[in-house]
């Protein structure tokens, strides 16, 4: 028999270890079956490539023409998929209905940005609208632009502004056809300069000291915002790496960004300021804000917005007007066919003109589709976690996912539009008219370009009053065509790649209504 000691029983002996090892199971049980069970639960993300260990899809997210890559991975994955890339989900999506179902019907959830330190409150752009997260200010700065041009009527009385700044671009080309590319630029930021601050360019061999303040803000924002291109963006903490230790250069990039944008946004309302003070301020969207009372913080960047994301988009799209011209004559003389028909020779064509010219409109549309200006967007960012049906499955999409949304793939989609590669306007004329790619090229929801009108009307004046006095075509060198290079830079906005092209006058009646005799 054993005795009283368990230390002398071997019966105990074997016990002791034995309900230990249960007690330890039965803890790790408590630990960790809620939680396989709470995983069972929860549905998989949207499908996508196997990622690499630590690293995840790094590989899937290339640094060039990303929307196209992405177009390429929605061929085999579908229309919404996933990625990993050092544990931050992106979700990328392929087609205008999910788009318009997450964004649009439940903004709610995804209307926020992605937190980008070295595009947000290193670099100083995390004061501008499209970087803020979706909150009261941003509800009172859409307000501000909704009054100011967010309704068809409100954008007619820019015409006559936008009539005499596209008149200047033509008398400019005259003079210097081979410089057309600098003098879009020139056109659509003194465009944007004029309603944002009622400021005047100046004409000259330099560009107006104005100008190039914005435009290098604006590239700044483009190379802050580029995906991939910080190491910041993607370790956030690594914001906090000491600015003399190797890697830490990005830190006087920033500063640098920073400094830049703040003075520069500053100088456009301190000019107002000072032509308000002297009474000589041109009515604009500074000097109605700021009469109104509107908080000044607020109003100057609205202002750095209207000037910087409207110049540098308009000014992508019509070179890829330009760049379609040049490898679509046929296209080109059918406007050109309609506008003689309809405006006649003797003057330039005007806003009022548009319901006249369905052709000429139609082209216009194709321009936004043909080459999309912000093929990626500027990505959104979900505040909670949502659990989202499709085709009958359920894809989990997490707290804070990047939510990007493919246009280029969308407004070149074959599915929706027949040969989509092509420049055709016709695609929008008759009972069988394709989608207006309006419907994706300027964003979704509550995060809706607030200056897409103004944006559409500048493109219609513009190319309408080209195409009635300019005859484009593809340069030729020696007896030898130059043909123009295809494809986009990347970035937020991306342009064509540089091509060469001939602008001649289509006759000396042309010249006259360019000159103004």
């Known amino acids: 028999m054993c005795s009283a000691s368990t230390s002398s029983c071997p019966m105990a002996q074997v016990a002791t270890p034995y309900f230990a090892s249960l007690a330890w199971a039965f803890a790790l049980a408590l630990v960790f079956v809620p939680r396989y069970c709470l995983r069972k639960k929860t549905p998989p993300l949207p499908p996508g490539p196997r990622g690499l260990p630590f690293v995840g899809n790094v590989l899937d997210v290339p640094s060039e023409n990303h929307w196209i890559k992405f177009a390429e991975l929605a061929a085999i994955w579908g229309d919404i998929l996933s990625l990993r890339v050092f544990g931050q989900t992106i979700i990328i999506i392929n087609s205008v209905e999910i788009a318009e179902d997450l964004l649009d019907v439940r903004g709610a959830n995804f209307s926020d940005r992605p937190v980008l330190p070295m595009a947000g409150e290193l670099s100083g752009f995390n004061n501008a609208l499209p970087m803020c997260q979706y909150d009261d200010r941003v509800r009172r700065e859409r307000r501000l632009f909704h009054k100011l041009f967010g309704t068809q009527v409100s954008v007619k009385e820019f015409a006559p502004l936008i009539s005499a700044e596209v008149q200047r671009f033509l008398r400019n080309v005259v003079a210097s056809p081979e410089a057309v590319f600098d003098q879009i630029g020139r056109m659509t930021g ?235 306007p016709r695609r929008y004329i008759g009972s069988d008219a394709e989608q207006d790619p309006a419907r994706m090229c300027f964003g979704y929801g509550r995060r809706l370009c607030p200056g897409r009108l103004l944006a559409d009307t500048v493109l219609f004046m513009a190319c309408s009053t080209i195409l009635a006095v300019f005859n484009i075509s593809k340069m030729q060198q020696g007896g030898v065509v130059k043909e123009p290079r295809l494809g986009a830079t990347s970035g937020t906005v991306s342009h064509p790649l540089p091509f060469e092209c001939e602008v001649k006058i289509r006759s000396a009646q042309a010249l006259e209504l360019v000159r103004g005799d």
């Open 190 to 424: 003194a465009i944007t300069l004029r309603i944002a601050y009622g400021y005047h360019t100046v004409d000259g061999p330099d560009l107006d000291p104005y100008l190039k303040e914005f435009e290098t803000a604006g590239l700044n924002f483009l190379n802050a915002t580029r995906m991939g291109e910080h190491l910041v963006d993607i370790w956030p903490a690594l914001r906090y790496w000491p600015a003399w230790l190797p890697g830490g250069g990005f830190h006087a990039t920033a500063r640098a960004m920073s400094k830049q944008v703040h003075a520069t946004v500053d100088i456009g309302l301190d000019f107002v300021k000072t032509q308000m003070a002297a009474g000589t301020a041109e009515p604009c969207f500074t000097t109605r804000f700021l009469e109104e009372a509107h908080d000044e913080y607020l109003v100057k960047w609205a202002a750095g917005v209207v000037q910087v994301a409207g110049g540098d988009t308009t000014a992508s799209q019509l070179e890829g007007f330009f760049l379609a011209m040049t490898l679509y004559p046929a296209v080109q003389a059918a406007a050109q066919a309609e506008i003689d028909a309809v405006v006649g020779r003797g003057r330039l064509p005007g806003l009022a003109d548009r319901a006249q010219l369905p052709y000429v409109d139609a082209l216009c549309k194709e321009v936004l589709r043909w080459h999309v200006a912000a093929p990626t967007a500027v990505p959104h960012r979900a505040r909670a976690d949502f659990v989202y049906t499709y085709h009958g499955r359920d894809f989990f999409i997490p707290q804070d996912a990047m939510i990007i949304p493919n246009n280029w793939k969308m407004t070149h989609d074959p599915v929706r539009y027949r040969d989509p590669l092509a420049f055709d």
